[in-house]
């Protein structure tokens, strides 16, 4: 117990300050159960961070400490249910400090709050140290791996705290990704994730909220694992903690936000490849459906009251109605592109996010309100792509990148104070 009391506190205090006098854990000298493999496996994603710009996301964030102190935390566990736990409270923590540093809440370093990059690069970095990690007993790796996961993305204890009356507002964001093109990369609808989550705005209406917040991974295998659904269904089951609406969110088009009307079914995005380099094995003239998807149509349409948001946010990007899918019409072989909408009895190739994750959390989250809570309103927004960053790729950041974040953030919640009011 003593152990597990300091693992806690340790955890603690690494979402707040974590000054350099804390300890490490107990028994962090214990080499039976200290040992590491550097030459252990990595994936593709882990691999990145042998590019030196990567570090410095997470130092020039404050989350350095993160990095350094997590070895020897897993070196003070005993057993396999202390090192569940242990992974828990550590994600939980680093998803804590990245919200409120997101939030203005937690100073640290000289990149701008609202950077969603930090978060990421930590996680991988901590990720590393557990492929590392060479215990004296037996650990299943990768379930540990998920509830590290779990918790960083805040889909462990981010339940919503205000009482009945105000509206439950929850949303999802996603990492950087594209990152082979250019590892300095972030994603507007990670930022604005974290810089909403556990906010209370006022809606159009009058009406109060409070927005909650996850943050998913552009993998495929993890959508595969039901991820989502994980995310989602306690939002989903009614109760004091169910959302009143929900929204998923990721970086979309040149320009614009889009609300979309429909979510498809199906993967077509290859040959563009996740951020592990794996492909769905779907294309425009072959799609497919993920693995384990549940029963559901080809095409779900969004119950957004999207009007709201498209005649009334107007600046500095226009929000407009995306109401285009590709489908295989009923009784044909290849795809058409339709501006209007499915037709009854087609297939679906593309929703209006494509045929990649962004229009597979829509359809997952969708097709799992329409069978828990098919009265609650949800739908998918694309942001417009984050651009500014310098031509110098030794720089990290810039005046340009930084409005254009900001700017873009301010208008997801301006969007979302209009969709999320009382029917």
């Not at 691999?47 to 070895?71: C, I, M, N, S």
């Not at 009251?305 to 019409?329: C, F, H, Q, W």
């Given at each position: 117990?003593?152990?597990l009391?300091?693992?806690?506190?340790?955890?603690?205090?690494?979402?707040?300050a974590?000054?350099?006098?804390?300890?490490?854990?107990?028994?962090?000298?214990?080499?039976?159960s200290?040992?590491?493999?550097?030459?252990?496996?990595?994936?593709?994603?882990?691999?990145?961070?042998?590019?030196?710009?990567t570090?410095?996301?997470?130092?020039?964030?404050?989350?350095?400490?993160?990095v350094?102190?997590?070895?020897?935390?897993?070196?003070?566990?005993?057993?396999?249910?202390?090192?569940?736990?242990?992974?828990?409270?550590?994600?939980e923590?680093l998803w804590?400090?990245a919200v409120?540093?997101?939030?203005?809440?937690?100073?640290?370093?000289?990149?701008?709050?609202?950077?969603?990059?930090?978060?990421?690069?930590?996680?991988?970095?901590?990720?590393t140290?557990?492929?590392?990690?060479?215990?004296?007993?037996?650990?299943?790796?990768?379930?540990?791996?998920t509830?590290?996961?779990?918790?960083?993305?805040?889909?462990?204890?981010?339940?919503?705290?205000?009482?009945?009356?105000?509206?439950?507002?929850?949303v999802?964001?996603?990492?950087?990704?594209?990152?082979?093109?250019?590892?300095?990369?972030?994603?507007?609808?990670?930022?604005a994730?974290?810089?909403?989550?556990?906010?209370?705005?006022?809606l159009?209406?009058?009406?109060?909220a409070?927005?909650?917040?996850?943050?998913?991974?552009?993998?495929?295998?993890?959508?595969?694992a039901?991820?989502?659904e994980?995310?989602?269904?306690?939002?989903?089951?009614?109760?004091?903690g169910a959302?009143?609406?929900?929204?998923?969110?990721?970086?979309?088009?040149?320009?614009?936000?889009?609300?979309?009307?429909?979510?498809?079914?199906?993967?077509?995005?290859?040959?563009?490849?996740?951020?592990?380099?794996?492909?769905?094995?779907g294309?425009?003239?072959?799609?497919?459906?993920?693995?384990?998807?549940?029963?559901?149509?080809?095409?779900?349409?969004?119950?957004?009251?999207?009007?709201?948001?498209?005649?009334?946010?107007?600046?500095?990007?226009?929000?407009?109605?995306?109401?285009?899918?590709?489908e295989?019409?009923?009784?044909?072989?290849?795809?058409?592109?339709?501006?209007?909408?499915?037709t009854?009895?087609?297939?679906?190739?593309?929703?209006?996010?494509g045929?990649?994750?962004s229009?597979?959390?829509?359809?997952?989250?969708?097709?799992?309100?329409?069978?828990?809570?098919?009265?609650?309103?949800?739908?998918?927004?694309h942001?417009?792509?984050?651009?500014?960053?310098p031509?110098?790729?030794?720089?990290?950041?810039?005046?340009?990148?930084?409005?254009?974040?900001?700017?873009?953030?301010?208008?997801?919640?301006?969007?979302?104070?209009?969709?999320?009011?009382r029917?």
């Amino acid at each position: 117990m003593m152990l597990l009391r300091r693992t806690a506190a340790l955890a603690v205090l690494l979402a707040t300050a974590l000054p350099p006098a804390v300890a490490a854990p107990a028994h962090a000298d214990d080499t039976s159960s200290c040992r590491t493999a550097p030459s252990a496996p990595l994936d593709t994603e882990q691999a990145r961070l042998a590019d030196p710009r990567t570090a410095a996301l997470v130092e020039r964030a404050g989350f350095g400490d993160f990095v350094r102190r997590f070895p020897a935390a897993l070196c003070s566990v005993r057993t396999p249910a202390e090192a569940g736990r242990l992974l828990d409270s550590w994600g939980e923590a680093l998803w804590q400090a990245a919200v409120r540093r997101a939030q203005g809440q937690r100073p640290g370093g000289d990149l701008p709050a609202g950077d969603d990059r930090p978060l990421y690069w930590t996680r991988l970095a901590m990720t590393t140290a557990l492929a590392r990690w060479e215990p004296g007993f037996a650990v299943d790796r990768a379930t540990l791996r998920t509830r590290f996961e779990d918790a960083s993305r805040g889909l462990a204890d981010n339940a919503f705290q205000t009482p009945a009356g105000v509206r439950h507002v929850f949303v999802s964001g996603f990492d950087p990704f594209g990152l082979d093109t250019e590892l300095r990369r972030a994603n507007p609808s990670g930022s604005a994730a974290l810089q909403l989550n556990g906010r209370r705005i006022t809606l159009a209406d009058g009406s109060r909220a409070e927005i909650r917040a996850v943050v998913l991974p552009v993998r495929y295998a993890d959508f595969d694992a039901g991820i989502v659904e994980r995310a989602f269904a306690p939002r989903l089951t009614g109760g004091p903690g169910a959302a009143d609406v929900i929204t998923t969110i990721s970086q979309g088009y040149p320009g614009i936000f889009t609300l979309e009307a429909w979510a498809g079914r199906s993967r077509s995005a290859d040959p563009y490849p996740d951020n592990t380099g794996s492909l769905s094995g779907g294309t425009r003239e072959h799609p497919v459906t993920a693995p384990g998807l549940g029963p559901g149509a080809q095409f779900i349409r969004t119950t957004l009251p999207t009007e709201a948001a498209t005649d009334s946010v107007r600046n500095p990007y226009p929000v407009l109605l995306n109401t285009a899918v590709t489908e295989i019409p009923a009784g044909a072989t290849g795809p058409v592109d339709r501006e209007d909408g499915p037709t009854p009895g087609s297939r679906a190739v593309e929703g209006g996010g494509g045929g990649y994750l962004s229009n597979e959390v829509a359809y997952r989250s969708n097709r799992l309100r329409g069978e828990l809570a098919p009265e609650l309103p949800g739908g998918h927004l694309h942001t417009p792509v984050l651009t500014g960053l310098p031509a110098d790729p030794g720089l990290l950041t810039g005046p340009e990148f930084e409005r254009n974040e900001t700017a873009i953030t301010a208008e997801v919640r301006a969007v979302l104070e209009h969709t999320a009011t009382r029917p």
